[in-house]
């Protein structure tokens, strides 16, 4: 209540601040969410058990964690016999200021569970959203990237981010245009103005190679998902571009060749419906991160960098 409440004391906002332009968070309000987000993770890790942080986690994020506990909890009905406690350390928020609803901010944090054992050459980046008064706070988005990766943000005197507009014309690519634009080029190659990446050039490369294998054809098709809890979020960077936040659904259909039966993993069979008899259909949500250059798209050299991407099976089907 004391957000509310402290809204009320200027005449200029309404009660909730949904047509006042203000801070989606105090540091003490962000801080807490992450510290909620990570007791519900931990507990949730710890049995295999969604229920746990379903409140805690929406979005791509939502969707990666939530079918990753329901397989587990299928394949280790006692818990996660290996589990280890998450620690998020020497955290930086970055908070927007903005009006209306959802109100978003961005928790720039180091891990334990990293494979560097916690050290700062790697980030866990965080995005959590309060849809509305009465709502809590939930975690959408989550990259992992190197400080590098990370860009410097544009702020105001009081150190507040700078939230993009989902249609921004000032970016190479509206935020609301990027998961669109992205599913179209893992399909065809284009549009071309994705630098050439591990998220991006190299994954086509990868499927061309495992489209057809002796036995198995392999059909990848890519679409967008960039409305409700999936829509993109951004901020603006030093130098007028944008740091997005955005999500695609991708389809693996497997089809073996007579005789041949198709392997399907543990994971895999606790998502699925169906059975296998000549094919596998799997499906993924992608959470991802990109660097957006500023301009109209059309000015040579532009290029969207996609610098992190979190895959994750959200259900599968044999037939």
């Not at 970055?94 to 109100?103: D, E, N, Q, V, Y």
């Not at 990259?143 to 860009?151: E, F, G, K, N």
Request: charged residues 20%; hydrophobic residues 40%; aromatic residues 8%.
């Amino acid at each position: 209540m004391t957000a509310v409440l402290s809204l009320t004391a200027s005449a200029c906002v309404t009660v909730h601040g949904e047509r006042a332009v203000v801070p989606s968070a105090t540091n003490d309000e962000a801080a807490q969410a992450l510290a909620a987000f990570t007791e519900a993770y931990n507990k949730a890790d710890k049995a295999y058990d969604p229920a746990l942080d379903a409140a805690h986690v929406t979005g791509p994020l939502g969707a990666i964690n939530q079918a990753g506990l329901k397989a587990r909890q299928v394949n280790f009905p006692n818990g996660n016999p290996n589990h280890t406690p998450l620690e998020l350390t020497d955290t930086k928020f970055l908070i927007p200021k903005k009006a209306g609803w959802p109100r978003w901010f961005v928790a720039d944090t180091d891990s334990n569970l990293d494979e560097d054992g916690g050290a700062k050459d790697s980030r866990w980046v965080l995005v959590f959203v309060r849809t509305g008064p009465d709502a809590g706070w939930e975690a959408a988005y989550l990259t992992i990237l190197s400080p590098q990766q990370i860009p410097a943000f544009r702020t105001d005197k009081d150190g507040h981010a700078e939230p993009v507009a989902p249609d921004s014309t000032a970016l190479a690519v509206a935020p609301r245009n990027l998961s669109e634009e992205y599913a179209s080029y893992l399909k065809e190659g284009k549009p071309d103005h994705f630098k050439a990446g591990p998220h991006t050039s190299a994954w086509r490369e990868a499927r061309a190679k495992t489209a057809n294998v002796p036995g198995t054809s392999t059909q990848y098709i890519d679409q967008p998902l960039d409305s409700g809890d999936f829509a993109p979020l951004g901020l603006v960077t030093q130098d007028g571009g944008g740091f997005v936040f955005f999500s695609a659904r991708n389809f693996e259909r497997q089809t073996a060749a007579k005789g041949v039966r198709l392997k399907v993993v543990p994971d895999v069979k606790a998502l699925m419906t169906g059975e296998v008899k000549s094919s596998l259909t799997k499906e993924r949500v992608s959470n991802l991160v990109a660097v957006v250059p500023p301009g109209n798209g059309r000015e040579p050299g532009q290029v969207v960098d996609v610098r992190g991407r979190l895959t994750g099976l959200t259900s599968a089907k044999g037939s």
